[in-house]
């Protein structure tokens, strides 16, 4: 959000809330939205080094442990380990509320 002189305007979120809408934001983009796998884990990896990219890999880890990339899984974590944590565990548990 710009103010009246064009320059970024501070937000007004905590650091919680924006966590959680970096998460929301990231789970969102790992589902493909458009054809016939409509609302699917996509196939191939979001861009790599983004939020959506970390939380692509925990969900693969958690869902098909046997198609996860080990050197994706250590790239993610070096980017941003309270993300990289707080994805592992949301991904846990959406395992297993599905079981």
């Keep these: 959000m710009l103010n009246k002189l064009g320059k970024q305007a501070a937000s007004r979120l905590t650091s919680d809330e924006a966590m959680i809408e970096r998460l929301s934001a990231a789970y969102a983009a790992c589902f493909t939205t458009r054809g016939a796998n409509k609302g699917t ?39 941003d380990t309270e993300f990289h ?4 565990e949301f991904a846990r548990k959406a395992y297993e509320a599905s079981a």
């Design 41 to 79: 884990l996509r196939k191939t990896a979001p861009k790599w080094r983004t939020d959506a990219h970390v939380m692509w890999n925990a969900l693969m880890l958690e869902f098909f442990p046997y198609q996860a990339k080990p050197f994706s899984l250590m790239s993610n974590n070096m980017l």
């Design 85 to 88: 944590t707080l994805c592992m």
